[in-house]
């Protein structure tokens, strides 16, 4: 009895031994297949909200229109027209209509949960 017991937890140390071979066999063998790049990078969009004139604000909007990626847009976010980052969001947008667009809120903002 002894014996048969042994021999069947012999076969399963095997068995295991034997699984844990062939993990590590596929795992190197897929480590080493190298990944294909990318044809391109996916779109972004980066959602820059506006509050009010900053310090340089018009030289700061710009700048998002020379970033080093391919396909991206900057949607610049205002409260109401009457913001007066308005109307210099809405000028660069239409003289960079392809990379800057200007989104009035159309919402109350949601006021912070406090803990």
Same mark, same amino acid.
């Given at each position: 009895?002894?014996?048969?017991?042994?021999?069947?937890?012999?076969?399963?140390?095997?068995?295991? /031994?034997?699984?844990?071979?062939?993990?590590?066999?596929?795992?190197?063998?897929?480590? =080493?297949?190298?990944?294909?790049?990318?044809?391109? =990078?996916?779109?972004?969009?980066?959602?820059?909200?506006?509050?009010?004139?900053?310090?340089?604000?018009?030289?700061?909007?710009?700048?998002? /229109?020379?970033?080093?990626y391919?396909?991206?847009?900057?949607?610049?976010?205002v409260?109401?027209?009457?913001?007066?980052?308005?109307?210099?969001?809405?000028?660069?947008?239409?003289?960079?209509?392809?990379?800057?667009?200007?989104?009035?809120q159309?919402?109350e903002?949601?006021?912070?949960?406090?803990?």
């Amino acid at each position: 009895m002894t014996n048969a017991i042994a021999c069947g937890l012999l076969i399963l140390a095997g068995l295991g /031994t034997c699984l844990v071979a062939i993990q590590t066999w596929l795992l190197v063998r897929h480590l =080493r297949v190298l990944p294909r790049a990318p044809q391109r =990078r996916p779109s972004m969009s980066i959602l820059k909200p506006l509050c009010g004139i900053d310090d340089a604000l018009e030289e700061n909007l710009e700048s998002f /229109t020379a970033l080093a990626y391919d396909d991206y847009e900057v949607l610049l976010g205002v409260s109401s027209t009457q913001d007066p980052a308005y109307p210099i969001a809405h000028r660069l947008a239409d003289l960079h209509p392809a990379r800057l667009r200007v989104e009035v809120q159309r919402a109350e903002p949601t006021p912070p949960r406090s803990s």
